[in-house]
Each structure stands twice: as C-alpha cells, then as structure tokens.
C-alpha cells in the first residue's frame, strides 16, 4: 500500500513537468539544471518590438519576415545565466539544431536588423538568427517548434575556447572543392571537442578538417563553432571564400587576382576571362583615348586640262582632300573631339589651282579672223 502512495505521489510531482514541457515555450539548459520558460512568461519579458528580418536561402532568394519576442541574451538571463559569459548557445527544434557564438548575444546586437530571438505564436515556438550582411544565408537558423511543443537552448557556460580556422585556398571556381581546417585552444584536459562548420551558404559541416565544394557564384564567409563536452565553447573568425568571378568593383584596383590561397591566379578561367593571369585591369580613368575616325576617300571626276596635266591633277587630288578634311572635322566634332587645325597643304594647293583655272575660263577669249 505505502508503495502505491509512493508511486502516486511521484507520477503527481511529475505530471506538471510533463505537461510543461509539452507546451509552447522554451527549456533552457543551464550547466546545474533546466528551467522552463513558458509563453506567458517570454511574453511578459520581451524585448524585441515588431521588427522586419531577412530570411535569406541558398542561391540569394531572400524574404522578409516580421517578428516580436524576446532576444536570446535576454532569455538567457531570464533562464538564471549570464549572457555575458556564455560561450554559445545552442537551440534545437526536433532534429535540427543552430548554434550562436557567445559573442552574438552581445547588446547592442551585432546583426543589423536586431538580434537573434524566439517568438510564441499560437501553439508554435520560433527562433531566427539574423543575417551578417547582404550575402549571409540564414534559412538554416530558423527554427519552428511542433505544434504545442517547446525549443530547447543548450548554454555552454565552460571555458571561452580560442578557435582559429583557415582554408587551403581564397578564391575557387563554382563547384571546385575548398579544403578547410581549424584548431582550439584553452579547453580543459581530455575534454572531447565537436568542430561545427557553417559554410555561408546555408550548408554546415563536422569536423576539425573539412571539405566544401559551393555551387554558385559569389562571396561567402565560413566560421567554425568549437564546443566541448565540458560545456566549453568558442567561434573563429570568419574566412572569406570568393567563387567564380570576382566582383565588378575589384577591376582596376591594381591588385589583380588578390587572395592569398595556393592557387591563387590558377588558369581556370573563372577569375579572369581565361587567361590565367593576375595582372591590374583597366578601370576608370585608364581607358586608352579614341583614335579619329577617317574619312574613306570618295571617287573623283577626271579634271579638266586648262593649264597642261598639273591642273588635271590638282583636280582629281582636291575632293579626297576636302572630303577627308571635312569627314573628319565632322566625325571627330560628332564624337566630341577636337578637328584638325589646318587643311593639309596639298589640298590648300588643290584649291589654289581651281580657283585659277576658274577665271582663266571666265576671261573672254579674242578671235582672230583669217587674214
């Protein structure tokens, strides 16, 4: 009998917990205990008025959503943590999961449309880590629970690990693999570490030596999270990756291929036009100046033989003279250049010589009549 009631009591302390965890909400997983968040409560302590997020998706499609809740970092503090000495966070619906360096719940956020944060609409629970900037791919992070179900947040509140992470290589053609590899220190001895890769475009990846081949065209920034079992944690800098060609803006520089990968400047064509090399390209400024047109020369009349042959070639020399000087003065005025100064001296000479041989014909002729 005693034992039924030990029983009864134990299923009644446990029922309420079960019926928590079912509902809408979030469990916080603190290194001493859980604690349950229920919507009423994230509601009563929001901190994140309506605000419009990118929901950006592999390949650049992106939407926006609006949403008003309670950021992460102030949910951590509401949980009985201190954002301020977290090493990440992460937050899992189901089987999908996303991780937030510790440094992300900092306030002022460092995304530029607010910070990362968990919303209660209806019997759904919600979170979305904002996009970096104008390429970050964030569809991966944004999490719905099951309906009346909760998220979890797992706080790594261990050692603050120093993670540094590189890759074999800064500029690739679309779908040629980029080798990427990390390291951490400040971990405590044994600890077993977990290496997490984002790689920018909405693919992740496990493992302190990884590869990643990226399928389209553009600049991505690939991070690794670090997080021990001893609840340590820690992120790398970001490493930027530039796939096919690179940006407009780059010509003309002076730089060239830029990067500093071993393959750098390698003749795949990708990165400029095909030829393999890495010199400055012209930009701005540095474009060579237009050459003035040329008139062709236009078919003449045989002239007239007043003053033996040297009129007859003046005149057969003087159209393609006239033609060309003003073919060109109207060519080059028409493109905004400037004409010649002066006519050439044989065309000056050509008309020189028509001019006379005009009056000669104009003068009236004597006639002499036979004797």
Not at 9 to 36: D, K, W, Y
Not at 59 to 69: D, F, I, L
Not at 146 to 157: D, F, K, Y
Not at 256 to 276: C, N, V, Y
Request: hydrophobic share 35%; with cysteine.
């Amino acid at each position: 009998m005693r034992c039924l009631t030990a029983l009864a009591t134990t299923a009644a302390l446990l029922a309420p917990a079960a019926a928590a965890s079912a509902e809408p909400g979030v469990s916080v997983e603190l290194p001493e205990r859980t604690v349950f968040l229920s919507a009423d409560e994230l509601a009563a302590d929001a901190d994140v008025p309506a605000t419009e997020y990118t929901l950006r998706a592999e390949g650049g499609q992106a939407t926006r959503e609006t949403h008003a809740g309670i950021s992460l970092g102030r949910l951590v503090a509401l949980a009985g943590g201190n954002p301020d000495v977290v090493a990440g966070v992460t937050v899992s619906a189901g089987d999908r999961e996303s991780y937030l360096p510790g440094a992300d719940l900092a306030d002022p956020p460092p995304f530029p449309e607010g910070p990362a944060l968990v919303w209660v609409e209806g019997d759904v629970t919600g979170y979305l880590r904002p996009v970096r900037d104008d390429a970050d791919v964030n569809s991966g992070d944004r999490l719905t629970s099951e309906p009346g179900a909760s998220l979890t947040v797992a706080v790594q509140t261990g050692a603050l690990l120093e993670v540094t992470a590189g890759s074999d290589r800064e500029r690739v053609a679309p779908r040629k693999p980029v080798g990427f590899w990390a390291s951490a220190l400040g971990g405590e001895g044994g600890e077993q570490l977990t290496y997490r890769w984002r790689f920018g475009d909405g693919t992740t990846a496990t493992g302190q030596e990884v590869r990643h081949a990226y399928r389209r065209p553009g600049r991505y920034r690939a991070s690794v999270s670090v997080i021990g079992d001893g609840r340590s944690g820690g992120t790398s800098e970001a490493v930027t990756i530039t796939v096919g060609k690179p940006p407009a803006e780059a010509a003309g520089d002076g730089r060239g291929g830029g990067g500093g990968g071993k393959d750098e400047g390698t003749a795949s064509g990708a990165f400029d036009g095909g030829s393999g090399s890495t010199g400055a390209k012209a930009g701005p400024g540095s474009t060579r100046p237009k050459a003035r047109p040329r008139a062709a020369p236009e078919p003449t009349a045989p002239g007239r033989r007043v003053s033996g042959r040297l009129l007859d070639e003046a005149a057969t020399a003087a159209p393609p003279a006239l033609g060309a000087a003003t073919g060109t003065a109207g060519a080059v005025k028409a493109a905004g250049g400037e004409a010649p100064g002066a006519l050439p001296l044989a065309g000056i000479a050509a008309i020189g010589l028509l001019a006379a041989g005009a009056l000669l014909e104009l003068r009236p002729r004597r006639r002499t009549h036979p004797a």
